[in-house]
């Protein structure tokens, strides 16, 4: 058994018990632990309920009269505990489950949600951090609570956002603003948070935005000079944004193409930074208009490191190399190239790969570190949410250089 394990069994244990006991209490919760994590993964626990201990003294469970809206659950074959009848989650809405450790060392189970139960567990437990959540299995109707566990932030969450628009209202229809401003309501209800108001100017070219505000964790923030050494370099979405946007305009672009980079554009990075912060990132950048090149040199300074890239390694969708060849190239990718050019190490690779690499995004991904041993599961959960990762190289300690191999 994993000495680790043992040990956080033994700092869970409620009684000064001579070793050859808290070993034993070690063994069950490792095997507990495990169980639940595997009868979740395999959506056999369907409902997450809260658990308000303000609503019933402990120790009086059962004794007491229970609040309407309640009911009396056990936790295992043991202690009571009352739990709110209506669910926050089902098991639908879990996407993997693994047993894990917490920020103490003790053994956890860590659950993985989807996009929709990502949402509506930020909406439940947004006025609720701290409180007590229960995991209840039910089997032939009849409810048990396997564990108890605190509702925590992870990561961001934004609160609320105001529209920015520049609008050409002698070329383009108020209806076609409209339908603009209801898709950006869309996504604001899909994130979870509220579109407070706006400002529009009159504008040549169209241009849309939002400014959010939001809050995070002091010990949860990602920045792009908290990259380490070693960390394996992971991008959440692949490249071609700019290229594809780009053949738009000139109208030749084919269109199963456009909908493969539409579908990456409106796809939020909300599970893409759960998934970072789960892992123990503490280095992150978007990678939007200043392209993979820009933003990584960028952090690379900020960290104080160097980074090998696999060129091979980044997704990028089919048909976009063919465009960018036939010149279907942002002036800002070439601008991006030119910023980082003097770190960059070009090994060799072809001018027009390199460009591609300096594609200016719009709605890009998540580029972001992991230890080496996370990389598997990151992959694992961002290809569960929809995602197309790439594993794209490691850092180094240096002063900003990037290689490409």
């Not at 609040?67 to 009396?72: D, N, V, Y």
């Not at 002698?170 to 948070?193: C, K, R, Y």
């Not at 979405?237 to 199963?256: C, F, H, N, Y």
Request: aromatic residues 4%.
């Amino acid at each position: 058994m994993d000495r680790d394990l043992c040990e956080a069994g033994k700092l869970s244990g409620n009684s000064a018990a001579r070793l050859d006991d808290v070993v034993g209490v070690c063994f069950f919760l490792t095997d507990g632990i495990r169980q639940i994590a595997n009868r979740i993964k395999l959506r056999h626990v369907p409902e997450l309920r809260f658990h308000y201990d303000e609503s019933v003294v402990r120790g009086t469970e059962e004794t007491s009269a229970i609040p309407f809206g309640s009911e009396l659950f056990k936790i295992g074959k043991g202690a009571p505990v009352v739990l709110n009848k209506e669910p926050v989650l089902t098991g639908d809405y879990i996407s993997n489950a693994s047993a894990s450790f917490d920020e103490n060392h003790q053994p956890a189970v860590s659950i993985d949600l989807n996009g929709d139960g990502g949402r509506k567990m930020r909406e439940a437990t947004r006025d609720k951090v701290g409180k007590a959540m229960a995991i209840v299995l039910f089997e032939k109707g009849k409810g048990e609570v396997l564990t108890l566990m605190k509702a925590e932030w992870q990561g961001g969450q934004p609160l609320l956002a105001l529209n920015l628009v520049g609008w050409n209202s002698e070329e383009l229809s108020s209806d076609l603003l409209a339908e603009v401003l209801l898709g950006a309501q869309d996504i604001a209800a899909e994130a979870g948070f509220v579109i407070a108001g706006g400002h529009t100017v009159d504008d040549p070219e169209p241009k849309f935005g939002l400014a959010v505000v939001g809050e995070v964790h002091p010990d949860r923030v990602l920045t792009n000079a908290g990259f380490r050494p070693e960390d394996v370099l992971i991008l959440s979405k692949p490249l071609g944004v700019g290229v594809t946007t780009t053949a738009i305009k000139r109208g030749d672009a084919p269109s199963e193409l456009v909908a493969e980079v539409l579908d990456s554009m409106v796809r939020l990075n909300d599970d893409a930074a759960r998934i970072a912060v789960k892992a123990g990132a503490t280095g992150a950048t978007d990678v939007t208009g200043f392209g993979l090149l820009g933003h990584l040199g960028r952090a690379l300074v900020e960290s104080s490191l160097d980074a090998r890239l696999e060129v091979a390694a980044v997704a990028v969708p089919d048909g976009v190399r063919a465009l960018a060849e036939s010149g279907a190239i942002p002036g800002g990718s070439r601008r991006n190239l030119a910023w980082v050019d003097e770190r960059l190490d070009r090994g060799g690779v072809d001018e027009l790969d390199i460009l591609v690499l300096a594609d200016a995004q719009t709605s890009g991904g998540l580029l972001f570190g992991v230890a080496d041993d996370k990389v598997d599961d990151v992959v694992e959960a961002l290809e569960a949410t929809g995602h197309r990762p790439s594993v794209i190289g490691q850092t180094t300690v240096g002063e900003g250089l990037i290689t490409l191999g």
